[in-house]
C-alpha cells in the first residue's frame, strides 16, 4: 500500500525523494514516459490510416470492376473496417459513409450506392 502523502514516480512506481509536486524519480523516467505517451498517439494513427488505406483500395477495385454493391461480411473477410471511414452524414435513415473521395451507404449488411460524385471525377487527373 502506498504511504499517504507520498508520491511515486509515473513511469517506475519507486517512491520519489525530494520535493512532493515531483512526478519522476529521474530524467531517463521522464523521458521514457513522454517517448511512451508520444509513441502510442504515433500508433493509434498509423493504425488508423492503415485502415482507412485498405478501405479505399478495396472500395477503389470495386468501382473499377463495376460493382456498386457488396456484402459486408465478404468485404471484412478482405480486411474492411465497416467503422472505418474519413467522414459520415445522415440522410433519413441512412448514413451515408465517405472514404476520402468515395461515398457509400450501408444498410442490412449491404453496402450499397458505391460511387465517386461526378463532381469530383471531372476534378482527378
Not at 15 to 21: E, F, L, N, S, V
Not at 31 to 42: A, E, I, P, T
Amino acid at each position: 500500500m502506498k504511504d499517504p502523502g507520498r508520491t511515486y514516480c509515473l513511469q517506475c512506481g519507486k517512491k520519489i525523494a525530494g520535493r512532493t509536486d515531483k512526478v519522476f524519480c529521474s530524467d531517463r523516467c521522464r523521458s521514457l514516459y513522454n517517448y511512451h505517451k508520444s509513441r502510442n498517439r504515433v500508433l493509434v494513427r498509423a493504425r488508423i490510416m492503415n485502415a482507412l488505406e485498405k478501405n479505399y483500395s478495396l472500395l477503389d477495385a470495386l468501382i473499377r470492376l463495376g460493382v456498386h454493391e457488396a456484402e459486408v461480411g465478404e468485404l471484412e473477410l478482405m480486411g474492411f473496417k465497416t467503422g472505418c471511414a474519413t467522414h459520415f452524414t445522415e440522410r433519413g435513415k441512412l448514413r451515408e459513409y465517405w472514404c476520402f473521395d468515395i461515398r457509400y451507404d450501408i444498410s442490412g449488411g449491404r453496402l450499397f450506392n458505391l460511387r465517386r460524385p461526378l463532381e469530383l471525377i471531372k476534378d482527378m487527373p
